[in-house]
């Protein structure tokens, strides 16, 4: 009987006082229950031990739901790119892909160890495979020519799918929680900074007047990502317009 009652423990399903019982173990409670504690603590944070507690279960209770943490994160990315929502019916290619590439952005803002998750893995998962072929499917159906929408992936990069790695993104920090919190401001250029790289000196000072009511910020990343998702879109359009090809440009 002890060993009975300890199998149904494992399984997430044994009845307390013979009225309690617990909601069955699965796959996909397993996939939730992991990104809601990556959500919270940050991703450094996950073990297959620590996910069972939060689940109350015992860990060898996961392996029959997921293999190894490799498989419990490609389906936590699984999770987290199935939010974003199906593309925009009756919209333009460029209307279409902007909107879904800034609802991509998102989600992965509300999941923010994601990013980093999907960068690490050295095949992409079938979520992120099925929405890398919608977008696709939106620029074959807005007129590019497979040739370009290949090369229009290339150029899109991370970006396609809501995140990028800015070269002076210093204002926003990942908190061990996993949530952006605000960087302290940037101290000034040193003045022998500045002189050797008086460019460089420039776009700081700028940055962070930007918004004179948070001097020191830094950069609005959220403006930055729109600016250049729009540059590309824009500079996309005129290539389709001109039927560009790559065969005429080697």
């Not at 019982?21 to 939730?32: C, D, I, K, Q, Y």
């Not at 990104?35 to 991703?43: K, N, P, T, Y």
């Not at 003045?191 to 609005?220: K, N």
Request: aromatic share 6%; with cysteine; glycine share 8%.
């Amino acid at each position: 009987m002890v060993e009975q009652a300890e199998t149904a423990e494992q399984a997430g399903t044994v009845e307390r006082a013979g009225t309690v019982r617990r909601t069955p173990l699965s796959r996909e409670r397993v996939l939730r229950a992991a990104v809601a504690l990556a959500d919270e603590a940050g991703i450094e944070s996950l073990s297959m031990r620590n996910l069972a507690q939060e689940l109350g279960v015992v860990p060898m209770a996961l392996y029959k739901h997921v293999a190894n943490k490799d498989e419990l994160l490609d389906g936590m990315i699984d999770v987290v790119v199935g939010e974003i929502g199906p593309p925009a019916p009756d919209a333009g290619w460029q209307d279409a892909v902007r909107s879904r590439i800034l609802a991509a952005r998102q989600v992965l803002r509300r999941h923010p160890w994601a990013p980093l998750a999907i960068e690490s893995r050295n095949t992409a998962t079938p979520a992120v495979l099925g929405y890398l072929d919608s977008i696709v499917g939106t620029l074959r159906a807005g007129g590019f020519t497979t040739d370009l929408a290949h090369h229009v992936m290339h150029a899109m990069g991370s970006r396609v799918l809501g995140f990028s790695q800015e070269l002076f993104d210093t204002s926003r920090r990942a908190g061990r929680s996993g949530t952006a919190e605000p960087e302290p401001p940037a101290a000034a250029f040193p003045p022998e900074a500045a002189a050797r790289f008086p460019h460089l000196a420039a776009i700081a000072t700028a940055a962070s007047h930007d918004d004179a009511s948070v001097v020191g910020q830094g950069c609005d990343d959220q403006f930055e990502f729109e600016f250049a998702l729009d540059l590309l879109l824009d500079g996309i359009e005129r290539l389709r317009q001109q039927g560009w090809t790559s065969a005429s440009h080697r």
